[in-house]
């Protein structure tokens, strides 16, 4: 059984800075692609950042600057540091993996998803 469990939300003023971490555990093979995303009531959930395993990472334009996703692969983590946060980076962030196993010689890739983790940023 794999999973993705998120750390490290909280509430901060703006302008603050906040780190997520995300770790992996499980029967894992490999660990592909990971990323960020958040969520807020009523709207689609939306990328924030991504990193492959050979460490080239993509950033929202409206976090550009501010967040930074990294990964520490020996750890299967996956952080996300935030700083000059804005009261709109308010939402409950996602950790999301594209992971394979292998069970026998059942090789498969699929996509996982942490719990969430709420992060509020007070004006």
């Known amino acids: 059984q794999v999973q993705l469990v998120e750390s490290g939300g909280g509430l901060v003023q703006a302008g603050g800075s906040l780190r997520l971490s995300c770790v992996a555990s499980?029967?894992?093979?490999?660990?592909?692609?990971m990323g960020w995303y958040r969520q807020t009531p009523g709207k689609q959930r939306e990328l924030v950042a991504s990193i492959t395993s050979s460490g080239r990472s993509n950033h929202a334009d409206s976090v550009k600057g501010r967040f930074t996703i990294s990964r520490d692969n020996a750890k299967k983590t996956v952080y996300l540091q935030m700083d000059i946060l804005k009261p709109e980076d308010t939402a409950v962030y996602y950790c999301?993996?594209?992971?394979?196993?292998?069970?026998?010689?059942?090789?498969?890739?699929?996509?996982?998803w942490g719990q969430g983790t709420q992060v509020t940023v007070s004006s």
């Open positions: 499980g029967s894992i093979f490999s660990i592909n692609d």
């Open positions: 999301n993996a594209a992971i394979s196993t292998l069970r026998g010689l059942n090789f498969r890739t699929n996509d996982y």
